[in-house]
C-alpha cells in the first residue's frame, strides 16, 4: 500500500468520525463502525513519490499533478474500559496533527476527570507505510523509492475545567530508512523529531452550529538544518447540524521559517501553507438506520519561496459508513 492509499485513508477516518450518531454508553461499552467508498485523488509534489514523476527533468519547477482513482476504508473502535463516562480505549486512524502521515494507526485512552474537571488523553500511534524518494534531486535518472516510517505519541486535556479548551502535545519521530541525499549533504538529511503543542476552543453558538477555532506551534528538530522548520498555524472547524444532514467545513493555513539556507538552491526556505476542507455527512439514508453517507473533498497548497517545493493537493471523496 503506498502514500497516497494512506492519505485517502486517513481522510476517509476523518469524515466517518466525524458523520457518527450518538449511541448509549450506558448500553454498549464497545461501539464504533467501518465505512467503504471510493475517491479521486490528485497531487503535486516533489517530495512524495505519489504526487511526482520518477525522472525530473530540471529543479525550477513544481511537479506535474498525478491522479489517482483508490478505494477508501475508514474503521474506527471504541471500548469503554470503566464505567461509562469514565476510562475509554479508542483505536483509529486519525493522526493527531497534519505531519504525522498518512495511515496512522492509533491506540489511545481518555480518563474523565472528576467534578467536570475535563478529561486526559494519551496515545501512541505509527504511520508504518510511509515513502519517500531516497535522493529526491536526482535530475535525468530514475529516482528510486525507500520506507520513510513515522511513529510517536501524545497527551492532551480535553475540555478543560468544563470549557470548550483542548490542550494537546504531540511527538513525532520521523525516519528515512535509505536517506541518500542526507548522506551525500548533511544539512538535507531527513532523520528528526517534530514537537507540537496544539490548543483549540469549541464555541456552540446555537443547538446546531459550533465552530472550533485553533492555533499551533510546531518545531521541526531534524539533524539537517535546512530541513528543520519552526511553523505557525491558525484553524478554523465549524460543525453545523440540520436533522440527519451534517456540514462540517474547515480552513487552516500555516507558516514555515526553515532554520538554514538550502544546499541545493542556495536560499533559506519560507513557506505559506493553506487548506480547506469540507466533510458533509447524512444520517440514515434510504431509511438504513445505524448508516451514514459521507461526501468529502478539500483543497490545501505549499507556497514556498523555492518553486521546487511547491504543492497542490486536491480530493474528492464519498463514503458509506456503518456504526455499531
Do not use: C
Not at 48 to 64: I, K, M, Q, V
Not at 216 to 236: I, K, M, P, Q
Not at 304 to 309: A, G, K, P, R, S
Amino acid at each position: 500500500m503506498n502514500r497516497t492509499v494512506l492519505l485517502v485513508l486517513l481522510v476517509a477516518g476523518v469524515g466517518a468520525m466525524a458523520g457518527a450518531p450518538a449511541s448509549d454508553a450506558q448500553e454498549n461499552r464497545f461501539r464504533g463502525g467501518i465505512g467503504g467508498g471510493v475517491m479521486v485523488f490528485q497531487r503535486s509534489d516533489n517530495l512524495d513519490p505519489n504526487g511526482s514523476d520518477r525522472y525530473l527533468s530540471n529543479l525550477n519547477e513544481a511537479a506535474d499533478e498525478e491522479v489517482t482513482v483508490l478505494p477508501l476504508l475508514a474503521p474506527y473502535f471504541i471500548y469503554d474500559a470503566g464505567a461509562p463516562g469514565g476510562a475509554a480505549l479508542q483505536l483509529t486512524v486519525r493522526p493527531p496533527i497534519r505531519e504525522a502521515g498518512g495511515l496512522v494507526v492509533n491506540l489511545g485512552a481518555t480518563y474523565a476527570l472528576p467534578q467536570e474537571a475535563g478529561s486526559l488523553a494519551a496515545g501512541l500511534f505509527v504511520a508504518p507505510l510511509e515513502e519517500a524518494w531516497r535522493n529526491p534531486y536526482l535530475v535525468g535518472e530514475r529516482r528510486r523509492t525507500t520506507a520513510s516510517p513515522k511513529y510517536g505519541g501524545y497527551l492532551g486535556w480535553e475540555r478543560v475545567a468544563g470549557s470548550g479548551l483542548q490542550l494537546r502535545t504531540v511527538f513525532v519521530r520521523d525516519t528515512v530508512d535509505d536517506d541518500d541525499i542526507g548522506r551525500m549533504n548533511s544539512d538535507l538529511d531527513r532523520e528528526g523529531h517534530i514537537y507540537a503543542v496544539v490548543a483549540d476552543y469549541a464555541i456552540a453558538l446555537t443547538e446546531d452550529l459550533e465552530i472550533v477555532p485553533g492555533v499551533a506551534y510546531l518545531r521541526g528538530d531534524y539533524d539537517g538544518a535546512s530541513n528543520a522548520f519552526d511553523r505557525f498555524a491558525v484553524e478554523l472547524q465549524a460543525t453545523y447540524r440540520l436533522g440527519r444532514l451534517a456540514l462540517q467545513p474547515k480552513l487552516s493555513f500555516s507558516t514555515s521559517r526553515y532554520d538554514r539556507q538550502d544546499p541545493i538552491f542556495r536560499e533559506t526556505r519560507d513557506q505559506n501553507s493553506f487548506f480547506m476542507d469540507l466533510n458533509i455527512s447524512y444520517q440514515a439514508p434510504f431509511g438504513w438506520e445505524g448508516w451514514a453517507a459521507q461526501v468529502m473533498t478539500g483543497y490545501g497548497q505549499d507556497d514556498d519561496d523555492i518553486d521546487f517545493y511547491d504543492t497542490e493537493t486536491l480530493r474528492l471523496g464519498t463514503l458509506l459508513t456503518y456504526y455499531f
